[in-house]
């Protein structure tokens, strides 16, 4: 069963405009989430991060948001660039003893000049 | 540089025959992990580990096996009995539970 949901396989916005990535959980014990983006044939690199007892941290032009009432999680991205064309991996993890990270399908971005 | 190197980048093995994919990191870190990423699938969690000596299945085990006989390596075999063993295999470290993972560049494995 997934626990960690990424609903929207692919993405494609404008260059300049809002690209907003959504992810849900289903595992209540989750506290802490993080974004990761891939290139193709290529480890993830992380992005930004966020902990259950925040609802919104910001890196740049990187923001997450987190609902913990809904289990859901957005990375904003703003202004998107060409070079942001990728695949945004969602992933959790629980704390107090499990060490497991769990990631979702991934959702595939294209911005299109 | 510290990191976290996988190899070989590219591998190709004879169908029946176990092969073991190579992850050693140099950044001191407690927990190790190995995922398996197919097209369509996302990164799906093999096994982890969160200290030297000590390894727990992830949600798809089956056919793999692993040790962690060193807090810098963290190897995987993949069985004869994983029935389809072809996909990209990534392994990644991180110091605690509210830590960034970060990854290697990736295995791919072939099997003919």
């Known amino acids: 069963d997934q626990q960690v949901k990424q609903n929207s396989p692919s993405l494609s916005v404008q260059e300049g405009r809002i690209s907003i990535l959504n992810c849900d959980y289903t595992n209540s014990m989750f506290d802490y989430f993080l974004w990761y983006k891939k290139y193709p044939a290529e480890g993830p690199t992380f992005l930004i991060s966020?902990?259950?007892?925040?609802d919104k941290n910001e890196d740049g032009r990187f923001t997450v948001f987190l609902n913990k009432s809904a289990k859901h999680l957005s990375l904003h991205i703003v202004p998107s660039q060409p070079g942001d064309s990728a695949v945004y991996f969602c992933a959790a993890s629980e704390t107090g003893g499990s060490e497991k990270l769990v990631f979702g399908k991934g959702t595939k971005l294209t911005v299109n000049p | 540089d510290g990191g976290i190197t996988q190899s070989p980048k590219y591998l190709f093995r004879k169908e029946g025959q176990n092969v073991t994919l190579s992850c050693e990191q140099n950044l001191n870190h407690d927990a190790m992990y190995w995922y398996r990423q197919d097209p369509g699938q996302g990164l799906r969690l093999i096994y982890y580990s969160q200290i030297v000596n000590d390894f727990q299945k992830g949600d798809i085990a089956e056919g793999y096996s692993v040790s962690r006989e060193k807090k810098e390596s963290f190897p995987l075999t993949v069985t004869s009995a994983q029935k389809n063993p072809t996909a990209f295999y990534l392994c990644?470290?991180?110091?605690?539970?509210?830590?960034?993972?970060?990854f290697g560049q990736g295995t791919r494995l072939t099997v003919v």
């Open positions: 966020i902990s259950s007892i925040k």
């Open positions: 990644a470290s991180r110091t605690g539970s509210r830590t960034e993972a970060f």
